[in-house]
Structure formats: structure tokens, C-alpha cells
């Protein structure tokens, strides 16, 4: 069973920077991709970043492109999501999410594990 846990949201001001960790236990993550997602309020669940442990590898939702940057540290089964320029609209649960595949796919169906999510709030 894996287990992930974020932490690091919070309220910031437009403009403003936050980096979200994602702790991963339970198995072997030197293979298989994981991502970050977010969901606003009234919205679906969104696709934002992920990347492929074994070489780096990393894809972004449009949206967040230039802004955000994910990274990780393979030795803390560690994720992580600098967010940079935050806008309103940026503001959503944000989850992290780990999948066994090695395609950078976007869909939420490809992830087979979650974390329970952070808050992050983005005033005007």
C-alpha cells in the first residue's frame, strides 16, 4: 500500500510563491511517474504537473507552464511543486498522486494513489 501525505499550502498573495512536498511510503519509487493535481471548488480535478523518477522527465498542464516547477529527491521518496507567479485561479486542493506506468499521461484513471490533499488559497 502507498502511502503519500502533502503539506506545504497555505494563503498567499497574488504574485506570491508556495513549494508543496509529497512524502511517498510503501514501496520502491525509483520507477513509475507521479503528479500533481488540483481541484477547485465546482470543478473536476485537473491534471497540473508530473514526472518520471528513472530519468527526470517532466510534463505540465498549460496553465502552469513557466510558473510552476516539479522536482524530486529519489533519495527522500520525495516530490515537489514550486509554485511561482500564483494567480487567483490557482487557487484548489492541491494532491499529489503516484502511478506504476511510465508514460507523463494526464488522466486522473492512470494514478492509482492519492494523498488527501493541501489547501492552497491565492487572494487578489
Known amino acids: 500500500q502507498v502511502q503519500l501525505e502533502e503539506s506545504g499550502g497555505g494563503l498567499v498573495q497574488a504574485g506570491g510563491s508556495l513549494r508543496l512536498s509529497c512524502a511517498a511510503s510503501g514501496r520502491s519509487f525509483s520507477s513509475g511517474i507521479m503528479g500533481w493535481f488540483r481541484q477547485a471548488p465546482g470543478r473536476e480535478r485537473e491534471f497540473v504537473a508530473s514526472?518520471?523518477?528513472?530519468?527526470?522527465?517532466?510534463r505540465y498542464a498549460d496553465s502552469v507552464k513557466d510558473r510552476f516547477t516539479i522536482n524530486g529527491d529519489n533519495t527522500k521518496n520525495t516530490l515537489y511543486l514550486q509554485m511561482n507567479s500564483l494567480k487567483p485561479e490557482d487557487t484548489a486542493i492541491y494532491y499529489c498522486?503516484?502511478?506504476?506506468?511510465?508514460?507523463?499521461?494526464?488522466?486522473?484513471?492512470?494514478?492509482?494513489?492519492w494523498g488527501q490533499g493541501t489547501q492552497v488559497t491565492v487572494s487578489a
Open positions: 498522486a503516484a502511478s506504476r506506468g511510465i508514460a507523463l499521461v494526464t488522466s486522473t484513471a492512470r494514478f492509482d494513489s
Open positions: 514526472r518520471r523518477w528513472i530519468d527526470g522527465a517532466t
